[in-house]
């Protein structure tokens, strides 16, 4: 396995229409995460799956953002009716269930525009 | 507010200078990770930080977890161009069960050939 993998990796999209994001995480981790990251600013998490089960969502993601793990596998992140200031980069990461040790692998981030 | 501050923000370096940024925070965290970014990529995690006063060592780059688990550093020694990056430290809330991490902004450093 090479890592956690996220397509597509570059997207530019009009204000208003909707975009969704794959995420592919490392086999057998458990746990998988959405962060956004924008221009000079560190991560911000986004939501949280345990298996197929979202555990935990930001504030951040409006009623315009949905997560899906179905089958807990592979995640998807739609956003409907983009706005500018979604342009952002989308990280997801995944992580084996370590207690006390929450080692988080990244991926390569899907850089989204909105125009 | 960030949980984390990180400084300094911005850090321009030669060749073979050592330097050390910083990681802190008011709250106690259960483990601490240090991430390097490059622009366009994904953070690539370096270390894992778990017990307060633990020391580890990759190559030239030194991590340290505070005692009172509330603080990190990173040393680096003869810093080469190939260290060039985004230097992100993410920590997990004690109090928390879930493991959402906790970023800072980040150390922008730079190493002039």
């Known amino acids: 396995d090479t890592g956690v993998s996220q397509d597509p990796r570059h997207k530019i999209t009009k204000r208003g229409q909707n975009v969704t994001f794959r995420c592919d995480p490392i086999s057998e981790h458990n746990r998988l995460y959405w962060y956004r990251q924008t221009l000079g600013q560190g991560p911000e998490f986004l939501t949280y799956f345990q298996n197929e089960a979202q555990l935990e969502k930001s504030r951040l993601l409006s009623d315009r953002f949905s997560a899906e793990r179905p089958k807990g596998s592979f995640s998807t992140l739609e956003i409907q009716r983009t706005e500018q200031g979604d342009s952002a980069m989308y990280l997801c990461?995944?992580?084996?269930?370590?207690?006390?040790?929450?080692?988080?692998?990244f991926g390569p981030g899907t850089r989204l525009l909105v125009l | 507010t960030q949980l984390l501050e990180q400084s300094p923000q911005f850090l321009s370096i030669q060749e073979g200078e050592n330097l050390t940024v910083y990681c802190n925070s008011s709250s106690v965290f259960s483990s601490l990770q240090w991430y390097r970014q490059e622009p366009g990529e994904g953070p690539v995690l370096l270390v894992t930080v778990v017990t307060g006063g633990e020391v580890k060592k990759l190559k030239r780059l030194t991590f340290q977890f505070g005692d009172a688990r509330k603080d990190s550093s990173l040393h680096i020694t003869a810093a080469q161009p190939g260290d060039t990056g985004l230097y992100l430290c993410a920590g997990t809330d004690r109090g928390s069960t879930l493991g959402r991490l906790y970023f800072g902004r980040g150390t922008q450093l730079t190493v002039w050939p």
């Open positions: 990461a995944s992580s084996p269930r370590v207690v006390y040790q929450e080692t988080q692998y």
